[in-house]
């Protein structure tokens, strides 16, 4: 899993990039194959923002968080995009090739 900091009207320290690598490490978790995630962070005068995009083969997955304080708009940010994978992961994966007795070659 690769990951790219962007910080746009604010300047990513060494502190912050640390941090948003650690809490999106949980995210190579759910792909064996390596994956692309690109974060912006940004202030808002009275927020702060955290955006995140993740290029899987074939998919796109954008996520969003605002906080009062950047490390917790990246901790919101780490949760919703840990949500988005599971949910992507659940569809591609069929649940209707349960057990059967033509698939296990049991049938005579």
Known sequence: MRIETHGQQIEVTPALRDYVETKLQRLSRHFDQPFD???QLSL????HCAEATVNLAGKTL???ANAVDMYAAID???DKLD???MKHKSKIVDHHR???AA??????
């Open 37 to 39: 995630v690109r974060t």
């Open 44 to 47: 808002d005068k009275p927020n």
């Open 62 to 64: 954008h996520a969003d």
């Open 76 to 78: 919101l940010l780490a």
């Open 83 to 85: 949500r988005l994978l």
């Open 98 to 100: 349960g057990e059967n």
């Open 103 to 108: 698939r296990n070659g049991d049938f005579a």
